[in-house]
Nanobody
Framework: QVQLVESGGGLVQAGGSLRLSCAAS????????MAWYRQAPEKQRELVAT???????VYADSVKGRFTISSDIAKKTVYLQMNSLKPEDTAIYYC????????????????WGQGTQVTVSS
């Protein structure tokens, strides 16, 4: 199976920074897209940022200019550098990966991390 392990969440003051990491392991042939989602209390889960295998990125309007998504292909890891954090960024952040498990299996599969809490105080 595939496992996503997240880390880097915590409590910070407004204006501070955090760097989230998500490492994928298990049966992985190639990764198509890695992404970060977040879900604030009593709100729906929303897409924060994505990065493709080619390095293309997409950001939610609410985090543009403040967050940066990046990846390390060798480590099968995706990062989310969060700067100028706001209380509105408080949420559980989830890693999501779309991948191929083996060379012979052409199907794209999607996996989720367990989530890591990010809390930004005023």
């Amino acid at each position: 199976q595939v496992q996503l392990v997240e880390s880097g969440g915590g409590l910070v003051q407004a204006g501070g920074s955090l760097r989230l990491s998500c490492a994928a392991s298990g049966s992985i042939f190639s990764i198509n897209v890695m992404a970060w989602y977040r879900q604030a209390p009593e709100k729906q889960r929303e897409l924060v940022a994505t990065i493709t295998s080619g390095g293309g990125t997409v950001y939610a309007d609410s985090v543009k200019g403040r967050f940066t998504i990046s990846s390390d292909i060798a480590k099968k890891t995706v990062y989310l550098q969060m700067n100028s954090l706001k209380p509105e960024d408080t949420a559980i952040y989830y890693c999501n990966v779309d991948l191929r498990r083996t060379y012979s299996d052409f199907r794209n599969r999607n996996y989720w991390g367990q989530g890591t809490q990010v809390t930004v105080s005023s």
